[in-house]
Antibody, heavy 119, light 113 residues
């Protein structure tokens, strides 16, 4: 059974780079080209926000307003998906979820990890 | 890239049916049959309950059903049960080609009276 586990610093200073890793078990991130690996975030008490997704051997896609500040990449050696958000502000404080997408639908989710942006 | 529009709240009594709407535009909901619905209980990760407008993932009861007309998608929960009380989010494929993305609705809090 596929499992996704997010990890990374819980506290990041303003203007720095937020870096998270999603470790995938129970399946390979390069198994098939129908799966996209995505990140979704949820500010405390607010709704879901799609950040972006990437497919092995394919293109990456990002929310238009985040394009240029966000990078999602695959580490095939460690079966991991990474997220980097540059120049963070308090507005980037959220629970960050790693998901596996098929046709823009997130079928599998990690448990999420809270990242707080504060000095 | 505006968020899809959902009512902030909905409610119903056990056994009743309730429908939650999700309104987008001709660039997202109206353009693609890639509308999904998610259920989220407090403190938990979202769970997919409907994908591609009206399909069920394995293990999701058919009390949950989805549909779409024009730029508006809908989720109907029939035979309401206490455990259906949760937040519900819709999402849709949007954009095109190299600038495709996913847009979420603001969420609807479903209360079982």
């Amino acid at each position: 059974q596929l499992q996704l586990q997010e990890s990374g610093p819980g506290l990041v200073k303003p203007s720095e780079t937020l870096s998270l890793t999603c470790t995938v078990s129970g399946g390979s991130i390069i198994t098939t080209n129908i799966y996209y690996w995505a990140w979704v975030r949820q500010p405390p008490g607010k709704g879901l926000e799609w950040i972006g997704s990437v497919r092995y051997g394919g293109s990456s896609f990002y929310k238009p307003s985040l394009r240029g500040r966000v990078t999602i990449s695959l580490d095939t050696s460690n079966n991991q998906v990474s997220l980097k958000v540059r120049s963070v502000t308090a507005a980037d404080t959220a629970v960050y979820y790693c998901t596996r997408e098929v046709e823009s639908s997130s079928h599998s989710w990690g448990q999420g990890t809270l990242v707080t942006v504060s000095s | 890239q505006s968020a899809l529009t959902q009512p902030p709240s909905a409610s119903g009594s056990p056994g009743q049916s309730v429908t939650i709407s999700c309104t987008g535009s001709s660039s997202d909901v109206g353009a693609y049959n890639y509308v999904s619905w998610y259920q989220q209980h407090p403190g938990k990760a979202p769970k997919l309950i409907i994908y591609e407008v009206s399909k069920w993932p394995a293990g999701v009861p058919d009390r949950f059903s989805g549909s779409k007309s024009g730029n508006t998608a809908s989720l109907t929960v029939s035979g309401l049960q206490a455990e259906d009380e949760a937040d519900y989010y819709c999402s849709s494929h949007a954009g095109s080609n190299n600038f495709a993305y996913v847009v979420f609705g603001g969420g609807t809090k479903l209360t079982v009276l």
